[in-house]
């Protein structure tokens, strides 16, 4: 519509002007003509104006092009940036994680850490994928320790570079455990989401916040490592054991890095002779 309107008006200006040089040699033609200029002299104004205009639309559109083009590219290096931050606190969170691992291992002789890879999705499943192996010595049957140096699982297969880990709560776990105040022995078996602790006569005091280790007894864990403490007891004088729950010490949901005790070889005994 306006590009219509603008062709009617130079249209217009155009006749005027033939019109002024036409009547030029007329004695009357300065009345004319200044009667045609003041008529035309609005129209090319406003002509000039509507070119403005369209120019400033057309370096503005151009302006906010690049404009835009900056801000996308403003956009990809923030977001490079916040991932390189991100990427370095991780880095930095494990390696603090790391560290705390082997500090709190103390004394227990040959070690690795090594990341979470992968966690089974298996409902009743608690299985780790670690990203450690045989090339590290990891081999099945050696204690893996969480945060504290606290016990929350054991390598069950590995290969080269990878090892798998059963976690104490997984439903086919089931480690021998002594409880600290009164060195009683118990089975420690998980269901798929929390700690039991069997095989305990329901005579022996048993208190909540009472702290379960593991046990020597048949070679299979070194003694001594902590696993959690007991939540709730329930003793019942018509059965023979008491049902006692067991609190880990440790969130399984949110094992990051992990120790594996390299240098146990499990179903040792005292002299060393691996037992048959």
Known sequence: MTGARNLVWLSGAFVAALLLLA??????AGDVESRAAAVVAPVASALRATTRSISDVVLNAGQLGELSRENASLRQ????AQAELAAAREQHTGSEEAGALQQAAGQLGARVTAPVLLRDPAPGRQMLLIGRGTADGVRPGQP????????VGIVTASDEHRARVRLLHDSDSAVTGVLQPSRTQGSLAGDGSGLRFDLVAATVPVASGDLVLTS????????????????DVEARSEEMFARIRVEPLVDYDRLEQLLVLTDFRPGLTLTGEATR
Request: proline share 15%.
């Open 23 to 28: 009547l030029s040699p007329i004695p009357l």
């Open 77 to 80: 290096e923030l977001a490079r």
């Open 144 to 151: 893996v320790l969480g945060p504290g140096a606290t016990l």
């Open 216 to 231: 020597a007894l048949g070679g299979l864990l070194p003694p001594g490592l902590l696993i959690g403490r007991v939540a």
